[in-house]
């Protein structure tokens, strides 16, 4: 098996829990956290509008704790968006976002922070500082946020580095890795503080094959590891349906389908089909909209009489 | 034709607001350095590595640059001074060129093209490649923790670079009046050490090359942190870091120089 080597300390990690009781990262308790309540994040309403151009409308999404979520659609349809009002990098036009029970967009900064420090986020393409080492970016919210002694934070670095099977490359610098690799590296700083709720930008973008299996099987085996709810932003079809429970297709700002990832393949929703079975045309237009062809050739032949 | 002037100055008036707005914007941006900017203070060793990366780094420039404008200047003062019989005034010549004007003035477009454009890119690529999202998305400000130390490491770096600018000038004077030409060596270190004052001409420089170690940190920061997220809005902003900060700082050099201005 492929993943044989890199989870070769995979059930020894599990035995011992350090993901989740190391001193650095139990949150559970902290103020304002709801953690008895069923879903984790809570979307009602949501309007979000960017130079009055509508990006998002009527969004409604449930997260429950301890599941992988996906929502699908094609570039530039708000993805991206949802997951930065979850993360109160905007702020929406109406409606609101909920997280641990608290409205994200009502919170003053300091409360905004501390519940940041209970995300975790992987962007696009990793988005590693690149003036730091391996080690050094996935010790750097330990260092930001904790008194932890420096030996600790080794230990801490290092077991969530064998965690995505680099442990032996926590001497490199980002440059230093393949894409793939830089997306580990991105996972395991984004579980650094073992967060309560995981956001994944793109996860899959760009990457080959085994990398892009290696990604999909750590986002749902560290998913299930912390008893963290994820979120994953995709358009790959294929890799995601495997590992999420549940699906929100968005179409144009707008969910247009919902349900398991089971019930998705299956779904006769045309838009979802057309995304599933990567259709050149459908609801998703091949063309840009423009005028009719022959009207314009018309035109232009009528203007040159 | 009233269509053509109509919107003409609609341009200009389009101009001249987004001009005001991105200043305002600028210096809202520079409030917000001066409140995050405890975390530079109390740790520290992120602001020193921003000497090392700003001051350090362009201490060649900086004193090759010196040596060179410190020769011409000898080569041009003698010429000069000779014509009125008083050569041995050399050091003064060279001495107060330097620390009043040359000094802070040079090294500062100096550190604009070398430290200032270092600093653009810098923050424009880690905005281009999201790491100020994921920082802020870390709980961590990336104005506390990514632009106050580069701007204080530019505002320290910055008079230390102009004195060092201006001795190497000296020195480079010293080499061509003294030891190439043969202006008396007594006379150009003893009228240099009488007429030199330290509050009217030292301390001014300083205060100069201070006030333009503020101008190009912020203006380097700025562009940076406000560059769009691509290659190309990067290069712009670089553009833009040292055509705007060698201007600003040739103005604010004039006003400086009107108000320190005795006339004696």
Partial sequence: MAFTPIFAGWDRLMEKPVLLESPAVNFTGLPGVNMSQESLVEIRDLNFTYDSRPVLTGINMTIPRGKVVAVMGISGCGKTTTLRLIGGQLKPTSGEVRVGGQVVHQLDADGLYALRRRMGMLFQFGALFTDMSVFDNIAFQMREHTDLPETMIRDLVLMKLHAVGLRGAHSLMPTELSGGMARRVALARAIALDPMLIMYDEPFAGLDPISLSIVGELIRKLTDALGASSIVVTHDVQESLKIVDYVYFVSEGKIVAEGTAEEMKHSTVPYVHQFIWGEADGPVAFQYPSRPYGEELMERAARRG | ?264
């Fill in chain 2, 1 to 264: 034709m009233d269509n053509g002037l109509a919107r003409a100055l609609r341009g200009l008036g389009q101009q001249v607001n987004s001009r005001i707005w991105r200043l305002g914007y600028a210096s809202r941006f520079f409030l917000a350095i001066m409140l995050h900017s405890g975390t530079s203070l109390r740790r520290l060793h992120l602001t020193l590595r921003e000497v090392y990366f700003t001051g350090v780094l362009s201490l060649i420039i900086i004193l090759v640059s010196g040596l060179f404008v410190g020769m011409v200047l000898g080569l041009q003062g003698y010429d000069t001074l000779a014509r009125y019989g008083s050569t041995e005034a050399l050091g003064v010549l060279v001495a107060l060129s330097l620390v009043r004007e040359l000094g802070p003035v040079v090294s500062a477009l100096l550190f604009a093209s070398r430290a200032g454009s270092a600093i653009t890119a810098e923050i424009g690529m880690m905005k281009a490649t999201e790491q100020l999202s994921a920082m802020e998305m870390m709980a961590v400000d990336p104005i506390a923790r990514v632009v106050a130390p580069r701007f204080w490491g530019g505002v320290i770096s910055m008079p230390l670079l102009a004195a060092l600018f201006s001795a190497m000038g000296i020195f480079g004077g010293y080499l061509v009046g003294v030891q190439l030409i043969g202006v008396d060596e007594g006379s150009f270190w003893s009228q240099m050490q009488a007429s030199v004052d330290f509050r009217e001409d030292i301390l001014n420089g300083v205060i100069k090359s201070f006030v333009f170690g503020i101008i190009v940190s912020w203006v380097a920061v700025f562009e940076g942190y406000d560059a769009e997220p691509t290659a190309e809005g990067v290069s712009g902003a670089t553009t833009r870091t040292v055509v705007t900060s060698s201007l600003a700082i040739l103005a604010a050099d004039f006003i400086l120089t009107a108000f320190m201005f005795t006339g004696t």
